[in-house]
Nanobody, 123 residues
Framework: QVQLVESGGGLVQAGASLRLSCAAS?????SGWFRQAPGKEREFVAS????????NYADSVRGRFTISRDNAKNTVYLQMNSLKPEDTAVYYC???????????????????WGQGTQVTVSS
């Protein structure tokens, strides 16, 4: 069982940056970030393999967000630049129990989830 704890959310103005962190209680094969806005389904944001050599992004964040990881610290990061009001959501860190296709956008492929951190972007 892996426990995930997110941090780094907050309230910022459009155009600002935030960096989210996800600390895991153990190593994971890969990691992903998802987000869920009020009244909407949870959606994929980004994912990264354990090696850090392969990443995947949703079209809506590609070029603005960067996912990275520090395996020595069992921590995954999501650097979010040029934030927009439509980025407002609760952001969740997730990890699968085993090896998954890094290109998958499905939350069903992930077994472990953090409690979420709120990101609010004002216009």
């Amino acid at each position: 069982q892996v426990q995930l704890v997110e941090s780094g959310g907050g309230l910022v103005q459009a155009g600002a940056s935030l960096r989210l962190s996800c600390a895991a209680s153990g190593s994971t094969f890969s990691s992903g970030w998802f987000r869920q806005a009020p009244g909407k389904e949870r959606e994929f944001v980004a994912s990264i393999k354990w090696s850090g050599l392969r990443t995947n992004y949703a079209d809506s964040v590609r070029g603005r967000f960067t996912i990275s990881r520090d395996n020595a610290k069992n921590t995954v990061y999501l650097q979010m630049n040029s934030l927009k009001p439509e980025d407002t959501a609760v952001y969740y860190c997730a990890a699968p129990r085993g090896i998954i296709d890094i290109t998958s956008w499905s939350p069903n492929d992930y077994d472990y989830w953090g409690q979420g951190t709120q990101v609010t972007v004002s216009s």
